[in-house]
């Protein structure tokens, strides 16, 4: 069934609007320009008629990075984002278990907790504070940075770790006054995460569909997602191509994540190769980590942290183990996607990529998730080799609280600078790593635009000069994402040919105050062609 979405204001490009829209059979649009245009290009079809009641309508959002089987299993578990004392985890946690009653050795699983949130002790959750909540189930709770985990003591002893275990390669157990805290960092979390039962696929199929349920509510048409990973990754890739081959109302490309040589090797001997699949479902790039995050203090910096001299974070891969992965993927033409936070890990990716980029040329499309920690010279390079940027305007919400404190007031204004990042003529797009952070676009355009916290609208932003202008923030958001997935000449734009995939905004986002954008609203959700979300 065709559609006609007419008295619109349909963005198609910088300052240029068109009024409607047609949307064809084939879930491709078929014709937008003047009302009396997409009529005349309507005549004989009887499409169904949407009147848009002048509201506006943007591409598609795109999340450049995210972990959309992750934030289904967030959305399910005990949520700790946002959580203000160690007191309410607990609280939350014993609640989870009263409402839910686990079986004797499930675990609880719980995400999103931040120390520096904490007002009643400004520090990391222990496994004593755990052990309040339960001494007969074991319990897990990630920080909201994914890169650091506490355990209780149960989940210590299911585990068989002890003061003597040593931590995998690139990971830390952390030790005081001889003991286990309980918290492990980096590639040690997986030694305690290995008492997270396999999921079956039915259940991984449910938890996907909870999460496609929230993209469609927050305007989000496709995802760049890291969920191929970890032992179980073949099922994870099952239940995409059960969910998707039936519902086909988000569209994923896979970041497939393998950290050796070993498991890369064998995903590759299976067949898989990037840009395989078809429009809903596709097989993307290796995503690889070299360090942590800035709020565990494991991202990875050239000088020692401003607020803790003993450490420079820490390196997930060596430069050797990260020149060999990325040189298996260049050879079976795909390309890769590297998370970097901190300025060390950033210069050590981009001296990986100047091995396999050369004359300025990057026709893998080579790119760098997050880009936080950087100086001018680091930024330029991204230039010299055509690197992408996949950044996240929603991490100054909480970084901006941190940053000054972990690298210092010269280092961080330099920092997230994605107006730079713009002039210099990188491509620069945007995602919100969920369920580091909510999915929802609008609160990362916000963050693009104002440099402010989502609670402090009457605050100034943090370094303003960096600010992008709307257009620039939404373009990062829909064209710039379909980029970096080789999609430019079908989605991220509302052009003829291009997929029907679009939202239909409560506000004109172009032209209220920047201040005003938190209270845009998502009307309505398309993709390819079919209404996915009405509000």
Known sequence: MSTLIHNAKIYLERERFAQALLVGDDGLIAAVGTEEEVRAAAQGLE??????QGRTIVPGFNDSHQHLFNTGVFLSSVKLLGVTTIAEVIARGRRYIEENRPAAGEVVHGMGWNQDYFTDEHRLLTR?????????????????????LTCNTKALEMAGITVDTAPNPGGAIDIENGELTGVFRENARSQVRVLLAEK???????????????????????????????????????????VLGEDRSIRAYHQFAFMNKNDLQAFFDKGYRMGQGDAYNRIGPLKLFVDGSLGARTALMRQPYADDPSTQGIATLTEEELDTLVGMAVERNCGAVIHAIGDA???????????????????????????????????????????????????????TKIVEDRVGKELAATSYAFRTLKDLG????????????????????????????????????????????????????????AYVSFEENVKGRLFKGYYADLVVLSRDIFTIDPDEILTVKVDATMVGGKFVFQR
């Open 128 to 148: 004593h504070d755990l052990d309040k909540i339960s001494t007969e189930h074991p319990i897990i709770f990630d920080r909201a940075c994914g890169h650091i």
């Open 47 to 52: 499409p169904e008629l949407y009147d848009a």
């Open 426 to 481: 990188v491509h620069t797009s945007y995602g919100t790593d969920s369920p580091i952070e909510d999915m929802n676009p609008i609160d990362n355009l916000f963050c693009a635009v104002t440099r402010k916290t989502l609670d402090g609208v009457d605050r100034p932003g943090f370094h303003t000069e960096e600010c992008v202008d709307i257009y620039d923030a939404v373009d990062a958001y829909t064209a710039e994402s």
């Open 200 to 242: 079956s696929l039915e259940l991984k199929k449910r938890l996907l569909r909870t999460a496609i349920r929230h993209a469609n509510e927050t305007g989000v048409t496709s995802v760049q997602t890291t969920d191929i990973r970890n032992k179980d990754w073949a099922t994870t890739l099952q239940a995409f191509e059960e």
């Open 345 to 399: 890990a950033v210069e050590n990716v981009l001296n990986c990529y100047d091995k396999f980029c050369h004359d300025g040329q990057n026709p893998l499309r080579l790119g760098i998730i997050h880009v936080q920690i950087t100086d001018y010279p680091l930024l330029e390079r991204f230039k010299k080799n055509d690197i992408l940027a996949l950044v996240q305007p929603i991490f100054l919400h909480y970084d």
